[in-house]
């Protein structure tokens, strides 16, 4: 079969939040664009489209208190203070090995700092609203914004205002590999359409097509058994097959992030439903599918502290965990709005009731309760904060909101790991240029979104959206400015 071609200043692929800034970004500055989407129409964008896009905002203009703080302080094991020593000097004046080194550059840090509230007032202008909506999280560390319509609005909003800026939009096509010319600059995309045609698409390029949580083989490749008991937590996800990281690897590509963790989000097995989430277990308690305790259910705000507790269900057999709650923690105001999941508890009038509608042990379960509710102390319970009412005597112990599971009828849900992207991806630059294992920035080549490395050990919530916005119109205004 041959091989056509087309011929563009700037081919994004993946349109989602990052895709689509960077389209739009690109257009407004006079380039031609392309905008390629795997998926169909209708299933474009990615995670994006699933998502609720919670923004770490405290208002349009300001990011929340602590951004910066939370990304640079994210635990990225024992780098040599030698090679980071001059992370404060301008990106030409460090030494290569920090340029190509994995942790995390402050130069990008601070552009996000910096960009994400214009690029907020940006997308405002295109037709996107926001606000302070409710969130899932019964108790918070952090101020949020969100888009009104969530991210499908993001998808279809932006989506529309692309094609009025004259992007040309390709569905059904697939990047497969970099065109890299005999200097090394990146010149266009191989790709292929739902009949296998081959195309390539000349100009600037700009990965924004996801991480690798829908490819199985690099999910073993990363992340060994435990890749099994995971799975997207919403259908764009499985879209999200690493070519685009595997492609710019191959290219000369450096990394950054872990790529031995993803964003891990507690969800209900059960359910087909995007984030079906489970943020409710802070009242009750976690065991395993052995009846058995194995984390501080309540180490802090549920939204500070569930991906590190997420993964800890992850690491239990089978990677999951049952939630209990009695009926005092069913009466929780607003509980429902912590359970996302539209599939029903299991229920029992007894806990050794409950146990055997579960398939867990009851001798072993009746202990663990037992055990638990012993430990559990007398105070005021205040599920609006952290209360500091914390076991004595039990292992492990719960830190906040520990009173007795004794008060029947008793609820159960099931609860995995789902991954909400993973942290491995590509080392850009401030200004969303890829750079190489040497350090040098490759020429012709961008990325922005969740390929693109940040995260270590500890999501910072809520900015995998505003990052991807940011970046992605970072990245094609730049190739843009480069190309015309």
């Known amino acids: 079969m041959s091989t056509s071609e087309k011929t563009y200043d700037v081919v994004v692929a993946g349109s989602g939040i990052a895709g689509l800034s960077a389209a739009i970004s690109a257009a407004e500055a006079g380039a031609r664009v392309a905008l390629l989407d795997r998926a169909t129409e209708r299933e474009s964008g990615g995670n994006t489209r699933y998502t609720e896009a919670y923004l770490r905002m405290k208002s349009l203009d300001e990011v929340a208190d602590g951004l910066a703080e939370a990304i640079v302080d994210d635990f990225m094991g024992h780098p040599d203070p030698g090679v980071v020593a001059d992370s404060a000097l301008d990106f030409a004046r460090r030494n290569p090995l920090l340029r190509a080194h994995q942790v995390v550059d402050l130069d990008y840090v601070a552009a996000f700092a910096d960009h994400a509230g214009p690029t907020l007032r940006w997308l405002e202008g295109h037709g996107i609203s926001f606000g302070e909506l409710p969130t899932l999280f019964l108790t918070v560390s952090t101020t949020r914004l969100a888009p009104v319509g969530g991210g499908l609005?993001?998808?279809?909003?932006?989506?529309?205002?692309?094609?009025?800026?004259?992007?040309?939009?390709?569905?059904?096509?697939?990047?497969?590999?970099?065109?890299?010319?005999?200097?090394?600059?990146?010149?266009?995309?191989?790709?292929?359409?739902?009949?296998?045609?081959?195309?390539?698409?000349?100009?600037?390029?700009?990965?924004?097509?996801?991480?690798?949580?829908?490819?199985?083989?690099?999910?073993?490749?990363?992340?060994?058994?435990?890749?099994?008991?995971?799975?997207?937590?919403?259908?764009?996800?499985?879209?999200?097959?690493?070519e685009g990281i595997e492609m710019a690897i191959a290219a000369g590509a450096a990394t950054a992030g872990n790529f031995s963790l993803f964003h891990a989000e507690p969800v209900d097995p059960r359910s087909?439903?995007?984030?079906?989430?489970?943020?409710?277990?802070?009242?009750?308690?976690?065991?395993?599918?052995?009846?058995?305790r194995f984390v501080d259910e309540a180490r802090g705000p549920v939204d500070a502290w569930y991906e590190r507790t997420t993964r800890d269900i992850h690491a239990q057999p089978r990677g999951m965990a049952w939630m209990i709650l009695d009926a005092d923690a069913q009466a929780v105001p607003n509980l429902r709005t912590a359970i996302r999941t539209e599939e029903k508890p299991v229920r029992g009038d007894t806990i050794a009731a409950l146990a055997q509608a579960i398939g867990v042990d009851p001798d072993t379960l009746t202990e663990t309760i037992d055990a638990y509710n012993a430990a559990c102390p007398d105070?005021?319970?205040?599920?609006?904060?952290?209360?500091?009412?914390?076991?004595?005597?039990?292992?492990?112990?719960?830190?906040?909101?520990?009173?007795?599971?004794?008060?029947?009828?008793?609820?159960?849900?099931?609860?995995?790991?789902?991954?909400?992207?993973?942290?491995?991806?590509?080392?850009?630059?401030?200004?969303?240029?890829?750079?190489?294992?040497?350090?040098?920035?490759?020429?012709?080549?961008?990325?922005?979104?969740?390929?693109?490395?940040?995260y270590y050990s500890n999501y910072t919530g809520s900015t995998s959206v505003l990052r991807g916005a940011t970046f992605g119109k970072i990245a094609g205004a730049h190739a843009a400015a480069k190309a015309v």
């Open 153 to 242: 609005a993001l998808v279809e909003t932006l989506g529309r205002e692309a094609v009025g800026l004259g992007v040309d939009r390709f569905y059904e096509t697939t990047a497969r590999d970099l065109v890299v010319a005999g200097d090394g600059a990146v010149t266009g995309l191989v790709t292929t359409d739902a009949t296998g045609a081959r195309t390539v698409f000349s100009g600037r390029v700009v990965l924004a097509c996801g991480g690798y949580q829908g490819n199985a083989e690099m999910m073993a490749r990363y992340h060994g058994d435990k890749g099994m008991t995971c799975r997207p937590v919403a259908r764009g996800g499985n879209y999200n097959k690493g």
């Open 272 to 292: 087909g439903d995007p984030e079906a989430a489970i943020m409710a277990f802070t009242y009750g308690v976690l065991v395993n599918v052995e009846g058995r």
């Open 379 to 454: 105070g005021e319970w205040d599920p609006t904060r952290p209360d500091g009412l914390a076991t004595t005597g039990v292992t492990p112990p719960k830190s906040n909101w520990a009173r007795p599971v004794a008060r029947g009828p008793f609820v159960a849900y099931p609860v995995m790991a789902a991954n909400v992207f993973t942290f491995g991806g590509l080392k850009v630059d401030a200004s969303s240029r890829v750079v190489d294992r040497d350090g040098r920035v490759i020429p012709g080549l961008y990325a922005a979104g969740e390929l693109t490395g940040l």
